[in-house]
């Protein structure tokens, strides 16, 4: 029996990055001899088991063969027979099929060290093919690895488009989809997962709501990038620099689907985009089973982030019902990642990337003054239920007014 560490925790050490994770092959083994030693087995598919001590996981060395559709299709064969480099054979990259041996030395049969000096991300064998979640998981990759200089080899970014066209991408259910996604949005580049996904055909597939709005324009004055699927790759970037969560960027993603849907006889303008937005991220959300944190924060951006940028124009008590509306009272923090998402809109336009955007402070001073109403006085005058919650709502709109007021002033001193 010969144990070697495998994939991503060779690879990372390689790149002089963290390792986190810890995969191991066993070769010339079979399931007893593992059990026999303590390891636990947990996998369904095929072989695998915990460690005794530090829980990694071990698998025994296997080969796949596609005999179905989609990413499920596979019968795996396991046993003592299977080498190393049969098993490395069915990984998908090369940087992700390399192995390491006990004294430290390296395993590398398809070239990974190579790619990895030169930055690209390469399949292993034609039977890549055979697995459409990796056309996700290579998206992934690309984003994951993109400030780091790496791209898609031409040959594999080929192989891709020939999967995407296959009509195999259809049978990847909608919590793979999402799952790839999510880790990508929550990655150091996930505007590259999206434009990865477009070079090669599968945004269309998965995303439509989003590879429409490539070619739609918009005006020139609001955005000198002019083109919708631009600005909202620039609102990706703006969102990943502003914040670390996955919700803030996908709102970013979402945030002007119903630019898609704008007739073409009034463009460039986008009169009621918002109304359009919402619906499509229900649609989109619905479709991909995306969890309600995620879509209730994409609803309120899409809805809202127009009335945010124009916050300084607003009646105090029209900000009032906004705050209501997005529900800031009660879930702050939320709104918090509202105004964040608003700021990467406003940042994701060309020579805007730097500009200041005082509707940000403006909009948290706002919650925080309209928190900090007192209501033990007003509850010492009698009041109660409707005529309480009216006396709320009346200070909540004078003290949006003297901020506004002391805006005002401030523009004019």
């Not at 995407?164 to 990847?172: I, Q």
Request: charged share 30%.
């Amino acid at each position: 029996m010969q144990v070697y560490l495998v994939g991503g925790a060779v690879r990372d050490a390689l790149l002089g990055l963290p390792v986190s994770e810890r995969d191991w092959v066993v070769v010339g083994a079979r399931p007893d001899d593992l059990v026999s030693r303590g390891y636990t087995p947990v996998g369904k598919d095929f072989p695998v088991f915990l460690h005794p001590q530090t829980k990694d996981e071990y698998a025994l060395a296997r080969t796949e063969r596609k005999d179905g559709r989609g990413y499920h299709g596979f019968t795996v064969h396991a046993d003592p027979s299977v080498t190393l480099e049969e098993d490395l054979l069915r990984r998908d990259l090369t940087i992700n099929a390399m192995a390491q041996r006990d004294d430290g030395t390296l395993v590398d049969p398809y070239g990974g060290r190579a790619d990895l000096d030169a930055r690209l991300l390469r399949h292993v064998s034609p039977a890549f093919r055979e697995d459409p979640l990796r056309v996700l998981r290579v998206a992934r990759f690309a984003a994951r690895f993109a400030n780091l200089g790496f791209r898609v080899a031409d040959d594999t970014l080929a192989l891709l488009r020939e999967m995407s066209a296959s009509g195999e991408l259809t049978d990847l259910t909608a919590e793979r989809v999402w799952q790839e996604t999510q880790r990508a949005l929550a990655g150091p580049a996930p505007r590259v997962y999206f434009e990865t996904l477009r070079a090669c055909g599968a945004l269309a597939v998965l995303f439509p709501e989003v590879e429409r709005l490539w070619g739609v324009p918009q005006r020139a004055d609001y955005h000198p990038e002019i083109d919708t699927g631009v600005h909202v790759m620039m609102v990706m970037d703006a969102a990943a620099q502003l914040s670390p969560h996955a919700h803030v960027r996908f709102a970013a993603l979402t945030h002007d689907l119903g630019k898609g849907d704008t007739p073409p006889d009034v463009l460039p303008r986008h009169i009621g985009h918002e109304h359009r937005s919402v619906k499509r991220v229900h649609e989109l959300c619905d479709r991909l089973r995306i969890p309600n944190e995620f879509r209730d924060l994409a609803v309120h951006v899409a809805h809202y982030h127009g009335l945010a940028h124009r916050v300084f124009e607003l009646k105090p008590a029209t900000l009032l019902e906004m705050l209501e509306k997005i529900d800031a009272f009660r879930r702050p923090v939320r709104y918090d990642e509202f105004v964040t998402a608003c700021e990467a809109d406003y940042r994701g336009r060309l020579g805007f990337e730097a500009r200041p955007y005082p509707q940000a402070d403006y909009l948290r001073r706002a919650l925080a003054l309209t928190q900090r109403v007192d209501v033990a006085p007003l509850v010492a005058r009698g009041l109660t239920g409707e005529k309480l919650g009216n006396a709320i709502r009346t200070e909540r709109v004078q003290r949006l007014a003297t901020l506004k007021a002391e805006h005002e002033g401030g523009m004019t001193a």
